[in-house]
């Protein structure tokens, strides 16, 4: 079987390629540069295939799967950047690269025959309530300019494939490239005192984790709408950062223990500053994925432990 997977130089794609050369499965990657030499902290890559391409080229992005000929398509590739997508001036390329570069691909893969997998969001939903959001779900409301546009990347795809899989995840974080533990770690070091949002609501979700849950995926014919992030209940993003704290202090980082920084829950309002309106409601059912015999992803603090060992060594 042959894999490609857009968007290698991001946080998950990365993980994606290195997981479908782990399990011997022939994957090609590709994204946007002409060359792609590994994590943007300078530590290598496997070795694997790449090609450059624009998934908002339709004539690129045909070429391209027409010479490759994946048997499937992973489609990590996307504009991820919620609060800058919401300036004018960036709006059209959001749409350009979430939506109109996933139905390039959607349409390419119909084209020769290959399945597809788009990762989406909780951001397609309003993120009101209470209530975890069904995979199955089309009560679709985004918030923000983000939100729409990866809902419609999901109308394209959904549209234009009869067998496709849209995995929708929260909260990512992964070595590369930004991420909120990364930017806890940072922050946490350099001051005493930090405010965190405690009324938005979900999980969080490793790429290395959610790596091995999209290839045991992708080569089953076990299509639909999924949801994909790691077990172990819903918490807030303060919670997030005590964890975090609490897992630092534990490796002897005196710098984030209770003694020397204090973290203080404050609401979205109280906290301010955020361009994109977020969901207060991001949880997400997946009890889909044990009905169709897949692994769940481990429990998010072990998530942490294991990438604050990745990151720290």
């Not at 549209?159 to 929260?170: D, G, K, Q």
């Not at 920084?261 to 500053?273: A, I, K, M, Q």
């Amino acid at each position: 079987m042959k894999i490609l997977v857009t968007g290698v130089a991001g946080q998950l794609g990365h993980d994606v390629m290195n997981e479908l050369n782990l399990r011997g499965i022939e994957g090609v990657g590709s994204d946007i540069a002409e060359a792609y030499s590994g994590l943007d902290d300078g530590t290598a890559v496997t070795t694997m295939p790449y090609v450059k391409m624009d998934i908002t080229d339709k004539a690129e992005v045909d070429s391209v799967l027409n010479s490759v000929r994946p048997d499937a398509v992973i489609h990590c590739a996307a504009w991820t950047a919620v609060d800058l997508a919401e300036d004018e001036d960036k709006q059209d390329k959001v749409r350009l690269i979430n939506a109109a570069g996933s139905e390039n691909i959607a349409k390419a893969c119909a084209a020769i025959g290959a399945k597809m997998m788009y990762i989406s969001t909780d951001y397609v939903f309003d993120g009101q309530g209470e209530e975890p959001w069904q995979p199955d779900c089309k009560a679709y409301a985004p918030l923000n300019v983000y939100g729409q546009t990866k809902y419609e990347g999901e109308k394209a795809v959904a549209e234009n494939l009869p067998n496709f899989f849209i995995v929708r995840i929260a909260w990512v974080f992964g070595k590369n490239g930004n991420n909120f533990i990364k930017t806890m770690v940072k922050v946490g070091e350099n001051h005493d005192a930090l405010k965190v949002v405690n009324n938005q609501i979900g999980t969080p979700t490793y790429t290395l984790d959610l790596a091995k849950l999209l290839c045991d995926m992708i080569v089953t014919d076990k299509y639909g709408y999924y949801h994909a992030t790691n077990e172990g209940g819903y918490i807030s993003w303060y919670d997030f950062a005590v964890e975090i704290f609490r897992q630092m202090a534990e490796r002897g980082y005196e710098a984030y223990d209770d003694k020397h920084l204090t973290v203080t829950p404050v609401t979205t309002e109280e906290y301010g500053l955020s361009k994109a309106k977020r969901p207060f409601n991001s949880r997400l059912d997946k009890s889909k994925l044990r009905e169709n015999g897949f692994t769940p992803l481990p429990d998010w603090k072990d998530a942490v432990k294991r990438y604050l060992d990745e990151l720290l060594s």
